[in-house]
C-alpha cells in the first residue's frame, strides 16, 4: 500500500492521537493495513471512516463506548436480545412480597448484590492468577 500515512501521520491529518487510534483499532471500529513490517497503514478509506466518526460522535454527542456498544450489540446476538428483553419487561412486585413491603424488599436485593461484587474485587487472586 504506497499512498498510506503512517499512525502518527494519520494523527496528525484527523485529529486523533496516535493512542486513540490505536484505541479505535482494538475495539474494532477501524482496522488499518499493516505493512510488511508490521506497521500501521491509513489510507483514504480509513481517513474517510476516522472522518465520519468524528462526525457521527459530534453529531449525536457520542462517545466512543457508546459505538463500541454499538458493534457489540450489532455482532452478540445473545447481548442484544438481554437489552432488548429489559426494555421490554415492566416492572412487577413478586407474589409473595406485599405492597408496602415492595420498595424495602428492592434495597435489600440491592444492598445484598452490591455485597457481593465488592467481596469479588477485595478476593485476593489465588497464586495461578498472578503466574
Avoid at 497503514?41 to 472522518?51: H, K
Avoid at 458493534?71 to 428483553?85: F, G, K, P
Avoid at 420498595?103 to 452490591?114: A, G, I, M, P, V
Wanted: hydrophobic share 35%; no cysteine.
Amino acid at each position: 500500500m504506497t499512498d498510506a500515512l503512517t499512525i502518527h501521520e494519520a494523527a496528525e491529518t484527523t485529529g486523533w492521537s496516535p493512542r486513540m487510534l490505536r484505541y479505535i483499532e482494538r475495539n474494532g471500529l477501524i482496522e488499518p493495513q499493516r505493512s510488511a513490517s508490521g506497521y500501521r497503514l491509513y489510507g483514504a478509506a480509513e481517513l474517510q471512516r476516522l472522518r465520519t466518526l468524528k462526525e457521527l460522535l459530534g453529531d449525536y454527542d457520542l462517545g466512543l463506548g457508546d459505538i463500541g456498544f454499538a458493534l457489540r450489540l450489532r455482532r452478540e446476538h445473545q447481548l442484544r436480545n438481554a437489552v432488548e428483553a429489559w426494555f421490554e419487561a415492566k416492572p412487577e412486585r413478586p407474589a409473595d412480597v406485599p405492597e408496602p413491603d415492595w420498595l424495602s424488599f428492592e434495597q435489600q436485593k440491592h444492598s445484598r448484590l452490591l455485597d457481593a461484587v465488592r467481596a469479588r474485587q477485595t478476593q485476593p487472586t489465588s497464586p495461578t492468577e498472578t503466574a
